[in-house]
């Protein structure tokens, strides 16, 4: 298992270099001129070059990319040109709203997914299984805009749930937080939940078909220790399913983060972009594509731990 | 209270396995027909099998795949479910299976009938060790609750199969074993509870040929130890002649001829019978003399007519009169029946041993 996960994590690093030249290289191709944007229509050429000097922009690109990525090694992302403070904070508060709400989500696009998944896998052709299955689908053709924008014209008319922002007393308090997280985890969850239920289905299914599902009927176990093995045997494709499901939910959040007003990665790149904030742009893409890697080694982790023949 | 139902089942059923044993013949199948729904298209892939297990003795399944050999074995436990309508009378000792409720009938599959399946690498569970999935079964049927206590008693199971080192097998992963090594383990389980009948189904076919002749020894060494009937589904004309005692054969989802193994393959009763015989290849026989017989078994959704002996069309005794009238199962010698009235009870042909003396001479020569 240790080498199983030393051979994993190896792995990562070349990903993740990759992943980190693509980020970079995004950042230059955007337009705009960073420098521009920082000092103001009406800078002098000299004070011009100057900064571009003291940012390193004068430097063959390969060059720059080298000591930006030996910075972000050493915990130094930059400071925000609009906000004036070292990006890495900034990153990291927003990334840890952003953190919130996307565990809320994964968690009822998974448990809500495996729920639905089940029933139509275990009752495909019954009328509460064609009900499912055909809800399901339906979750999966609905646009994420219109599903955000109808359920807060529900919130806006009940009155029942805030809507928008993470805290609205200020005292911080966790039914506070879970008031505010219900809508958008929601709007961000009810996508890979249809995609989760389908694929979901499928996997159970597939797993019930089957030979050991007849041998252990055959050996007198009763249909719930049958469906608990099969669960068991069918976790390893859910583990893939959400495992993939993570980065299509990571960009539905940021998308739903700025219709809730959720102070989180998405607004906050969304606002750096308005403003042409390079570094701030730049971490939130990296930090977003980062935990996505990571995301990825954590699922194969759990898919050795729980089928002993990948860990072999 | 459901404490206390559970309770009464198990009494129950113990007491049906019980009486089953005061039987001489613990299982037996009357009439049995089986019908499958597919596309709102009813089709029956068997029809009127009669079949009587003895305590100590096996009867041997004996057809092509398709003939609706495995559909029975599987039918007698009820393994289908819904999906199935079943016909006729499946009774273990004096008990009516098909009727039976299916709480106790849980209690009957892996307790008082046991099944090997054909494969054994399909049979259990891929992600649990070995030994959690035989003490499961143990715990179901009450024969031990205890964990520790069940694991010692799976290891016993173990080493009556023939495994010399349990300990380890029981913390395997079924990946980590061998096909035959699956196939014991397999073995373990479906007579774990000391059943009355064991079915296996093709339980060789999926084994190396040397593996083959152990599974089947141990077979008849188990059978003889715990006096069960066993009854063996194969397409294997020698396994037949190695473990059987009696054989059934069935052709189209319909028996054509059944009687003692001895007598039916040395001399058999009905031309399909004979085909299977002939289509054997027998050392020194040279691939030409292999006399196969021509054409395919009707699939299970092909419209098999009931006035009509489904082997007519490739038959080569067939008359005019096979296709317009379905011969009855009848008795032709003394304890056997065969479902044949052109060849009079006896098929003509070329015995083995002198197909094969020929071709020997042929050889020298």
């Not at chain 2, 077979?219 to 020698?238: N, P, S, W, Y």
């Not at chain 2, 009931?306 to 296709?323: G, L, N």
């Amino acid at each position: 298992m240790t080498s199983f996960l030393t051979r994993r994590l190896l792995l990562a690093i070349p990903i993740l270099i990759g992943v980190s030249i693509v980020v970079f290289i995004t950042i230059k191709l955007i337009p705009g001129d960073p420098v521009a944007a920082l000092l103001g229509p009406n800078a002098t050429p000299q004070a011009r070059a100057d900064l571009v000097a003291r940012m390193g922009l004068n430097k063959p690109i390969p060059l720059q990319y080298v000591d930006w990525i030996w910075a972000v090694l050493h915990g130094n992302l930059g400071t925000s040109i609009s906000l004036q403070q070292s990006v890495g904070s900034l990153v990291l508060k927003a990334f840890g709203n952003t953190l919130i709400l996307l565990v809320a989500s994964l968690f009822l696009a998974t448990l809500g997914g495996v729920v639905l998944g089940t029933i139509v896998a275990l009752r495909p052709r019954s009328v509460l299984g064609r009900i499912v299955s055909s809800t399901s689908l339906g979750a999966i053709s609905i646009p994420q805009y219109t599903v955000a924008l109808l359920l807060l014209l529900f919130a806006v008319e009940t009155g029942a749930l805030p809507t928008g922002g993470m805290h609205g007393t200020g005292d911080g308090s966790f039914g506070d937080l879970l008031a505010h997280l219900v809508l958008p985890a929601i709007a961000a969850a009810l996508t890979p939940m249809g995609i989760v239920a389908r694929m979901f289905a499928v996997a159970l299914s597939d797993v019930l078909a089957q030979e050991f599902v007849e041998s252990m009927r055959a050996r007198g176990l009763s249909q719930a220790a049958i469906v608990r093995h099969a669960m068991h045997n069918a976790l390893p494709s859910l583990l893939t399913i959400t495992g993939l499901q993570v980065g299509y939910l990571l960009g539905g959040v940021l998308f739903v983060e700025t219709i809730f007003a959720w102070p989180g990665i998405g607004q906050q790149v969304y606002s750096a972009i308005s403003s042409r904030d390079m570094p701030l742009i730049q971490a939130g893409v990296l930090i977003s594509a980062v935990v996505l890697v990571l995301v990825n080694v954590v699922v194969d982790t759990v898919h050795a731990l729980v089928d002993p023949r990948v860990r072999a | 209270m459901s404490t206390a139902r559970a309770t009464l089942n198990r009494t129950s059923v113990e007491d049906i396995i019980t009486r089953a044993g005061d039987h001489e013949h613990v299982l037996t199948v009357e009439d049995l027909t089986v019908a499958f729904t597919r596309r709102r298209r009813q089709i029956t892939a068997v029809r009127g099998v009669d079949l009587t297990l003895t305590a100590g003795r096996t009867l041997v399944l004996l057809g092509e795949s398709g003939s609706g050999k495995s559909v029975t074995a599987r039918a007698i436990l009820r393994l289908y479910g819904r999906s199935a309508t079943i016909g006729g009378s499946v009774r273990l000792g004096d008990t009516e299976l098909t009727t039976l409720d299916e709480s106790w009938m849980r209690g009957i599959r892996g307790g008082a009938i046991g099944m090997v399946p054909q494969d054994p690498s399909g049979s259990l569970d891929p992600l649990r060790r070995v030994g959690a999935q035989i003490v499961e079964v143990l715990q179901r049927h009450d024969v031990e609750q205890d964990e520790r206590r069940g694991r010692a008693y799976a290891g016993g199971l173990l080493e009556r199969v023939g495994i010399h080192d349990p300990g380890r097998v029981l913390d395997a992963f079924p990946f980590e074993l061998s096909g035959g090594m699956r196939q014991r383990v397999a073995i373990a389980i479906a007579i774990a509870c000391r059943p009355r009948v064991l079915i296996a189904d093709e339980p060789t076919t999926a084994l190396d040929v040397t593996v083959q002749a152990q599974v089947l020894a141990l077979f008849t060494e188990l059978q003889r130890e715990l006096d069960m009937a066993l009854l063996l589904v194969t397409h294997d004309v020698g396994v037949a002649r190695i473990v059987g005692d009696d054989v059934a054969v069935m052709y189209a989802g319909r028996l054509v001829e059944t009687g003692s193994v001895d007598e039916v393959l040395a001399r058999p009763a009905h031309p399909y019978t004979a085909g299977l015989l002939d289509a054997l290849p027998l050392p020194g026989i040279p691939r030409g003399e292999l006399l196969a017989i021509p054409g395919r078994p009707p699939g299970p959704d092909e419209l098999v007519s009931d006035h009509a002996c489904a082997f007519a069309p490739r038959c080569r005794f067939a008359q005019p009169s096979c296709t317009r009238h379905r011969p009855p199962l009848v008795e032709v010698r003394p304890g056997r029946l065969a479902a044949c009235d052109v060849v009079g009870g006896e098929v003509p042909r070329v015995a083995p041993a002198t197909r094969g003396a020929t071709a020997r001479t042929e050889a020298v020569a």
